[in-house]
C-alpha cells in the first residue's frame, strides 16, 4: 500500500458529549424513537451515507429527532485501509452533513470496504507498517477535509490478513500516527479475543488511555466455543457487560451506544439494556469518587 496524502492541520481533541447512553437511528424504529418518552437514552447515532439528500417523511422524522437529541454520526462506507482514492467528494458531503446537525462526532472502521466498487462488508486489514502508514495518512487527509477529529473503530474479524504485529500494536501505531480518537467497540474486542485467543484484559488495558472517546456495545452469536459472530441482532451477553464495566474503569465512563441492526425486541427490552449501561456508567463514577476522597 502506498499513498502520498498529507496533513498539515493539528486539531485538538474534542470529546464528543459526557456521558451518556444512546442507540442507533434505524428506519424500523423511527416511530419508535419519535415516541420514546425523554430520559431513555441522550443521543442517536447515524450513519451519513444512508441518511445524506433524504426528503420525505424520512427527512422530516430525521429532522425533528435531531431538534430532540444529540446526534453522532458513524459512517459505513469511507474504506479507510483502501487502496483505491480516498473518495474526497464524499468526504464534503458529510462536512455538510455534520454541519448541517451540529454533530461533532463523527466516527468509521479501521478496515476497508471497497475495491472498484463497494464491497458492503467490513473486511480487515494486514497488522503491517506498512498499512499503518497508509491507512494514518488516509485518515489525517479526512481530517483535513472534515475539519474535525475523526475516531476510529475497532472492528471484528475471522480470517486475519497478514500480520507481523498484534492488533493491540497495529490500532495503538494508527491512533498515534493519525493522531485520530478511538470508538471503542467492547463487543469486539471480545469476539476477537475468543475467535483469535488472546485475552480481552490484556487487549484494554494495552489501549493508549486518551484516544478512547466513545464506546459501543452489542450482542453476537455464539456459533461454537471458539467462533463467535458479531451480528448486532441480539441482547448484550454477560460477559460483554462484565468487559464494558472494565473498559469504564480504564478509560472513564464514555458515550455509549447500545447496537442493535435487525431482529429488534419490545422496546421495553432496549431500555432495560440502556439502563444497564446507566447503572455501570453510575458504578464507575461512584468508584472514582471514592478513590478520590479516599
Not at 442507540?23 to 447515524?46: I, N, Q, S
Not at 454533530?103 to 470496504?113: A, Q
Not at 472534515?146 to 472492528?155: P, T
Not at 468508584?287 to 478520590?292: E, F, N, P, S, Y
Request: proline letters at 4%.
Amino acid at each position: 500500500m502506498q499513498t502520498n496524502i498529507s496533513s498539515s492541520v493539528h486539531l485538538d481533541p474534542q470529546p464528543p458529549f459526557e456521558a451518556t447512553v444512546g442507540l442507533g437511528l434505524r428506519r424500523a424504529l423511527l416511530k419508535t424513537l419519535r415516541d420514546a418518552p425523554a430520559g431513555d437514552f441522550d443521543f442517536l447515532e447515524v450513519a451519513p451515507e444512508n441518511w445524506i439528500g433524504i426528503g420525505g417523511a424520512h427527512g422530516d422524522a430525521l429532522k425533528l429527532l435531531a431538534e430532540r437529541y444529540l446526534l453522532s454520526c458513524h459512517g459505513l462506507s469511507l474504506s479507510l485501509g483502501g487502496s483505491a482514492p480516498l473518495d474526497e467528494s464524499f468526504l464534503e458531503q458529510v462536512r455538510g452533513f455534520l454541519d448541517r446537525f451540529n454533530v461533532t462526532f463523527y466516527s468509521e472502521h479501521l478496515s476497508y470496504c471497497s475495491d472498484d466498487g463497494q464491497l458492503y462488508d467490513l473486511l480487515p486489514l494486514p497488522f503491517t507498517e506498512e498499512a499503518v502508514h497508509h491507512v494514518a495518512a488516509r485518515i489525517r487527509r479526512a481530517q483535513d477535509i472534515l475539519g474535525r477529529r475523526l475516531a476510529v473503530e475497532n472492528v471484528s474479524y475471522y480470517a486475519a490478513a497478514h500480520q507481523d504485529m498484534d492488533e493491540l500494536t497495529f490500532t495503538n501505531a494508527v491512533l498515534r500516527e493519525a493522531d485520530c480518537d478511538l470508538l471503542l467497540d467492547v463487543n469486539n474486542v471480545y469476539v476477537n479475543s475468543v475467535n483469535h485467543r488472546f485475552d480481552p484484559t490484556v487487549f484494554l488495558a494495552g489501549l493508549e488511555r486518551k484516544r478512547v472517546v466513545a464506546m459501543h456495545v452489542a450482542g453476537h452469536y455464539d456459533q461454537a466455543d471458539d467462533l463467535i459472530i458479531d451480528t448486532h441482532g441480539a441482547s448484550v451477553k454477560p460477559v460483554v457487560w462484565s468487559l464494558l464495566g472494565q473498559a469504564y474503569g480504564l478509560f472513564g465512563v464514555k458515550p455509549t451506544l447500545l447496537e442493535r441492526d435487525f431482529n429488534f425486541p419490545h422496546y421495553d427490552e432496549l431500555v432495560g439494556e440502556l439502563n444497564i449501561i446507566k447503572r455501570l456508567q453510575r458504578d464507575a463514577d461512584a468508584l472514582v469518587k471514592v478513590t478520590v476522597d479516599g
